[in-house]
Nanobody, 116 residues
Framework: QVQLVESGGGLVQAGGSLRLSCAAS????????MGWYRQPPGKQRELVAV???????HYADFVKGRFTILRDNVKNTVDLQMNSLKPDDTAVYYC??????????WGQGTQVTVSS
């Protein structure tokens, strides 16, 4: 059984920074993409950033230049460094691993609240 556990969420003032981390445990095997998604209050879940096994990254337009996704293939972790946070970044953030031949696995989510 694969489990993903996020950490690092919390309350921060606008303009501040947070770093989210996601660690995998269990019978993981080969990981393709690792990603971060978020679900703002009353809205659908949306992609924030994704990083491939080769290190290629893709960011949603609304976080470009402010967020950085980082991957550690030895530790099977993915981090999201979030700078210049805005109140609109308030959401539950989820990590996602796409495992080779096994599909997508999700963490339980971590709350990020940005106050104005």
């Amino acid at each position: 059984q694969v489990q993903l556990v996020e950490s690092g969420g919390g309350l921060v003032q606008a303009g501040g920074s947070l770093r989210l981390s996601c660690a995998a445990s269990g019978s993981i095997g080969s990981i393709n993409d690792m990603g971060w998604y978020r679900q703002p209050p009353g809205k659908q879940r949306e992609l924030v950033a994704v990083i491939s096994s080769g290190g290629s990254t893709h960011y949603a337009d609304f976080v470009k230049g402010r967020f950085t996704i980082l991957r550690d293939n030895v530790k099977n972790t993915v981090d999201l460094q979030m700078n210049s946070l805005k109140p609109d970044d308030t959401a539950v953030y989820y990590c996602q691993f796409r495992l080779h031949f096994r599909g997508d696995y999700w963490g339980q989510g971590t709350q990020v609240t940005v106050s104005s």
